[in-house]
């Protein structure tokens, strides 16, 4: 007799809503979380009484967090801080203004766990600074 299959799927995937394994060139990752977070430094200009007169938000930045089980260990799976990401399947297209084709995307921090009762994990963080060129 025939094993029952892991996973009973039924309806249709949502292109806009699912996640995709990164990287697209080769899944090493499984994501299960992926987060934006837009922002930018503020300059304060004050007049004698203190008071706002000219506020600047200047230098934005995309600041990308995600969650992923890891399922192969190379690329992006076991990247230092520091390193350069190339692309990323679910930010392949403009976001909020950031265009990803625009600028470096840097690996900030990684955090990966070790459970007994389900594989390994891992949570990044990238920073998008979409005026930094890199050669």
Same mark, same amino acid.
Request: net charge negative; no cysteine.
């Given at each position: 007799?025939?094993?029952?299959? %892991?996973?009973?799927?039924?309806?249709? =995937?949502? %292109?806009?809503? *699912?996640? +995709?394994?990164?990287?697209?060139? /080769? /899944?090493?990752?499984?994501?299960?979380?992926?987060? #934006?977070?837009?922002? @930018?430094?503020?300059?304060?200009?004050?007049?004698?009484?203190? =008071? #706002?007169?000219?506020?600047?938000?200047?230098?934005?930045?995309?600041?990308? /967090?995600?969650?992923?089980?890891?399922?192969?260990?190379?690329?992006?799976?076991?990247?230092?801080?520091?390193?350069?990401?190339? /692309?990323?399947?679910?930010?392949?297209?403009?976001? @909020?203004?950031? *265009?990803?084709?625009?600028?470096?995307?840097?690996?900030?921090?990684?955090? *990966?766990?070790?459970?007994?009762?389900?594989?390994?994990?891992?949570?990044?963080?990238?920073?998008?600074?979409?005026?930094? +060129?890199?050669?």
């Amino acid at each position: 007799m025939a094993a029952p299959t %892991a996973i009973n799927v039924f309806g249709t =995937a949502d %292109a806009n809503n *699912d996640l +995709v394994d990164e990287p697209a060139s /080769s /899944s090493v990752l499984d994501v299960t979380e992926f987060k #934006f977070k837009t922002s @930018r430094e503020r300059v304060e200009r004050k007049n004698n009484n203190g =008071a #706002f007169r000219r506020l600047e938000y200047r230098n934005p930045l995309l600041n990308i /967090s995600l969650s992923a089980f890891i399922i192969g260990a190379t690329g992006l799976a076991v990247a230092g801080p520091g390193t350069r990401v190339t /692309s990323l399947a679910n930010f392949a297209a403009e976001k @909020r203004g950031f *265009d990803p084709s625009a600028g470096t995307m840097i690996l900030e921090d990684s955090e *990966d766990t070790l459970s007994l009762t389900e594989d390994q994990t891992t949570s990044m963080n990238i920073l998008h600074a979409p005026y930094v +060129v890199t050669a």
